[in-house]
């Protein structure tokens, strides 16, 4: 057995003290530079590429493949340097340099794979193919050279150093905590502050100001290094210690070879982590930047604690490298559990946390993500300096071992990636493929743990045995309800019917209490049976399809529930493409057989099995119509469709008279809604806006053409007329075309007014993805929306040509106009919680049209949900406060406030206290029976538990004001505003007081 050695440099003074500490900072900046560009690179070639997570996996293969590649090419060759700083220094200049071309070949990439599927029309794995084979020639050479600096820096520091594997363990250490901060800046500000080309070159301007100054210090350093063996300390130098590589060749081959299953390991967690997370985090630019910040703080963590601790006290790394694979397992392991338990750990912080926006929801994600990851990816951070401090000993070739070893890691991270994605989830899902990777992790560090103790068979058969035992006991003891239960956090207490966990995302059916329906694609709603769903899924269809002359060629993209394009079917569409990410999708169609009557399965689709925005890019078939029916834009991916560019390229498709329909959430900020209508508006200038009033709506249609909308009166009435299509309209509370008609919001003059002093939304600046993603109360969001669109209404009148009965038509439209705008504006009053409000608007509504079915169509909404939240309150296993909450708050809606006070009033007393509305409830209540001091006790006594509560203060304020006590009206109507400077409402209420203050 060799002996342990010393390695030894002499006449480089710049490797001690601050010129040390200078060059470890160089390699925190090169990491943070390297995540910044791994992310724009990424976020870029999905733009041209596809935003599906094959696209994305093909881009991490391609990136992880070139830093293997040049870790071990640029290991093998460094250690004949005498300069390998200056090596370091070229690497990163030449990253640097790369990254501002990086745009101009992407634009040539994106050209070759464009005319590549015009010409050949290939299927998927064709595609796929030219994919990933342009990804890599993009991405091999910047990689190539980020993959040698950690071999170079551990060939220019560690042969300086007593115990090169702890230096080592060092950079990586350092150079991970950089990546950790590259992600938090680019998931977090920098794509948001300067857009993806700005923050592509600010990253590679980094990396050449490293580099630069890497090469700077290189030449500063004068001498050249000699480098000589000595002999081992005595032993009360240091203790001795066992290289890895001693006995057998074959050792150092076992080393790589685990060490690339625990890459592979690595990697599989963190995808299956990531899957399930996601339906507790939302998929949101900010919960993957905060996943992946937290899994990468972990790992830096836990190398820097074992560079520091462990390795100068390891006496035999490969026995400790076995154990740490084991007790990964084993934590692992522990991490389901938890899953089930971090609702609990969100309202601690939300009871705790009053920040708000940007800052509580960090806390709130990183927090969810220290709890499952924190203890694991400390453990594996821990294996790499363990490893390299056993490679490492008794090896003058640093760098060439250094290389060897991470690139046998980063290759096995690659398959582990793309196995997790494409085959194990798929395949077992996720709670079984969670127990396999932990099955892994066990058996390879039982090996390893034999090869170290003992060189019989049979003792590593008898450590093996009770390791499969534990995999066996971990595959029954771990129910599949934990996981069950994440997915269904959101949906609770719905019963799932199907669930389909797809490479492209995980698909379920829920079934509520009321037998409604809800479908979902990573916890996020995209189809349904419940009114509103369903009579968005019908107008989605029947808007676009009527108002165009003739519709023979539709392009729908994203299924859904099937009815949209059942809808379409059954109009007569000759030629109809539906393209959807996620093929699972048609697979739950079964589901919604009722209502999309076989269409998932209809020969007449041609269905198209990718990314939306990238069939339109790539596609030279023209359509007449267009349906862009994405989900909330705040979901990862989903806001691409909602870009100038997209909408560009839709344009381009479009036939002759051609239209675009887009579906638009109502429950966004104003501010995002006016950006989609710029966005929208500067492609296509006739733009009108369509929503439904017959239900409490959080969904609308935006419709764009290139030539003004002429709406054929007598034309439209006819097709409505048609048994089937009247019988669809009737059953959503559309009675007749003038109920048709009147969907009609707005129109393009009131818009452009409306989004005069607003961005747009581009690939290039994706605003609108960071700032949905960053979630208010949904009913405040809507609230504010709806009656900014309701203050910008527009008639239809004007747009409406060859009238049956001119005289009639124009009276009935103008009395639907009317009628609508009372109804709207008491939609707004139902989200305020103002029921008197409320009731007045509907009353207006119902003075101007009678019989208006939309008007009992909301009423009957609301006493549907007072039905159903009564039997859950009954019923519910688990959370009947918060049903019976809920219940309460829906009577104090409908004005029946005896039912509501007998609820409310025995809940004050029991548990947690109860939430700001309850008191603010209670103090309307009394107050409109006269009892005002009664009232504002409630008010009082709820805002010392709730200080925060913008609506208290509110109401406090009116109570005040009229008592006479103007000053203190003011003071807390300006705590309202201070705490939602966004909400209309209080705004109206401080001028109000202000008015009064004002008057002599």
Not at 896 to 924: F, K, S, T
């Amino acid at each position: 057995m060799a002996g342990p050695v010393k390695i030894r440099a002499d006449g480089l003074a710049s490797v001690r003290g601050g010129a040390r500490l200078l060059v470890l900072g160089l390699f925190v900046g090169s990491g943070a530079a390297s995540l910044v560009l791994e992310v724009v690179w990424a976020r870029m070639l999905g733009t041209v590429f596809g935003n599906t997570v094959l696209a994305a996996s093909t881009v991490l293969t391609a990136f992880m493949l070139g830093l293997a590649l040049g870790s071990a090419w640029v290991g093998r060759r460094v250690d004949g340097s005498e300069r390998p700083l200056f090596w370091y220094g070229g690497l990163e200049v030449g990253v640097g340099l790369y990254a501002w071309l990086f745009p101009w070949l992407m634009d040539g990439a994106g050209a070759c794979y464009s005319w590549f599927y015009r010409m050949a029309e290939p299927g998927p794995w064709a595609l796929n193919g030219v994919r990933f084979g342009l990804s890599l020639l993009l991405l091999l050479p910047p990689t190539f050279l980020m993959g040698g600096t950690l071999p170079v820096l551990a060939r220019h520091l560690g042969l300086r150093h007593r115990e090169p594997g702890q230096e080592v363990g060092y950079l990586y250490a350092l150079n991970t905590f950089g990546g950790v901060l590259g992600c938090f800046l680019a998931g977090f500000f920098l794509l948001e502050w300067l857009g993806v080309r700005g923050t592509l070159g600010a990253a590679g301007g980094a990396a050449c100001g490293i580099g630069g100054l890497a090469m700077v210090l290189s030449r500063r350093a004068g001498a050249k290094a000699t480098t000589r063996v000595e002999k081992a300390p005595s032993p009360g130098q240091s203790m001795p210690l066992e290289p890895v590589r001693a006995g057998p060749a074959t050792s150092f081959y076992l080393v790589l070879a685990a060490f690339g299953v625990a890459g592979f390991c690595s990697l599989a967690y963190q995808v299956i982590w990531t899957r399930i997370l996601l339906f507790l985090l939302t998929t949101t630019v900010y919960a993957f930047a905060t996943m992946l910040t937290a899994f990468l703080t972990g790992i830096a963590l836990g190398s820097l604690i074992a560079a520091r601790w462990l390795v100068p006290r390891l006496r035999r790394p490969l026995l400790w490298f076995g154990v740490l694979e084991i007790l990964v397992g084993l934590a692992a392991l522990a991490s389901a559990p938890l899953l089930a338990h971090l609702g609990v750990v969100d309202a601690k912080i939300a009871s705790q946390v009053r920040w708000g926006g940007l800052g509580q929801l960090v806390v709130t994600y990183l927090a969810d993500n220290f709890v499952v990851l924190l203890l694991p990816t400390v453990l594996m951070g821990a294996v790499f300096p363990v490893v390299t401090a056993g490679v490492l000993r008794g090896e003058i070739a640093v760098g060439r071992r250094v290389g060897q070893v991470y690139a046998a890691n980063t290759l096995g991270c690659v398959v582990g990636s793309w196995l997790a994605g494409f085959v194990l989830i798929p395949l077992w899902g996720t709670q079984y493929s969670l127990l396999l990777v932990v099955g892994l992790n066990l058996l390879i560090g039982v090996v390893l743990v034999g090869q170290a103790v003992t060189a019989r068979l049979g003792r590593r058969l008898a450590l093996t045995v009770p390791a499969l035992g534990l995999v066996a006991a971990a595959l029954y003891g771990t129910p599949a309800e934990i996981f069950h239960r994440t997915i269904n956090l959101f949906h609770s207490p719905s019963r799932i019917v199907f669930l389909e966990e797809h490479s492209t995302g995980t698909v379920t059916v829920h079934e509520l209490p009321n037998q409604d329906r809800i479908m979902a694609v990573d916890g996020v709603d995209v189809a349904g049976l419940d009114l509103m769903l369903r009579t968005t899924q019908k107008l989605q269809g029947y808007i676009p399809l009527v108002l165009h002359p003739q519709p023979r060629r539709v392009l729908q993209i994203g299924f859904g529930s099937g009815e949209t394009t059942r809808v379409g079917l059954e109009f007569g569409v000759e030629d109809y493409s539906v393209v959807e990410i996620c093929p699972a999708v048609f697979r739950a169609g079964p589901h919604f057989e009722a209502i999309n009557q076989g269409a998932y399965r209809d020969p007449r689709v041609r269905r198209l099995i990718m990314d939306g925005k990238n069939y339109v890019r790539l596609t030279e078939r023209p359509y007449d119509l267009i349906m862009n029916d994405s989900i909330f834009p705040g979901s990862s991916g989903s806001a691409a469709l909602y870009t100038v560019d997209h909408f560009r390229q839709c344009r381009a498709r479009l036939a002759e008279g051609g239209m675009l329909s887009c579906w638009v959430p109502l429950d966004l900020r104003p501010r995002e809604l006016r950006m989609i209508l710029k966005s929208f508006q500067s492609v296509f200038p006739h733009t009108s806006v369509w929503v439904a009033s017959n239900t409490l709506n959080k969904q609308g249609l935006i419709l764009g053409s290139l030539t003004p909308l002429r709406i054929d009166l007598a034309r439209v009435a006819g097709l409505l007329r048609r048994p089937e299509i009247a019988a669809e309209l009737a059953a959503v509370a559309l009675a007749d075309v003038y109920d048709f008609l009147d969907c009609h919001m707005t129109d393009g003059e009131a818009i452009a007014r409306l989004v005069a002093a607003d961005p747009v939304n581009t690939d290039d600046r994706p605003r609108l993805e960071f700032s949905c993603a960053l979630r208010i109360p949904w009913t405040l969001r809507l609230r504010q929306t709806l009656a900014m669109l309701t203050a910008h209404r527009a008639p239809v009148l004007p747009y409406v040509t060859n009238f049956v009965d001119e005289a009639k038509d124009r009276a009935e439209l103008g009395r639907r106009y009317d009628s609508t705008t009372h109804l709207f504006r008491a939609q707004v009053a139902q989200l305020a919680e103002l029921p008197k409000v409320r009731r007045q608007e509907l009353d207006r509504a119902l003075a101007l049209s009678p019989a208006d079915p939309q008007v009992r169509s909301c009423e009957a909404e609301l006493e549907k949900e007072i039905d159903d939240l009564a039997q859950l309150a009954q019923q519910a296993e688990g959370g009947p406060r918060t049903f019976r909450l809920r219940l309460a708050a829906k009577l104090y809606l409908a004005m029946r406030w005896e039912e509501a006070a007998r609820i409310y009033e025995p809940l004050l007393g029991q548990g947690p206290p109860a939430p700001a509305e309850v008191y603010a409830h209670l103090a309307e209540m009394r107050y409109h029976v006269g009892e005002a001091e009664a009232a504002e006790q409630w008010l009082r006594q709820g805002l010392a538990h709730w200080p925060n509560s913008a609506q208290a203060h509110d109401l406090l304020a009116g109570i005040l004001l009229n008592r006479g006590d103007v000053e203190g009206a003011r003071r807390h109507i300006e705590l309202a505003v201070e705490l939602q400077p966004g909400d209309p409402l209080y705004r109206q209420h401080r001028a109000e007081i202000l008015r009064r203050l004002a008057q002599p």
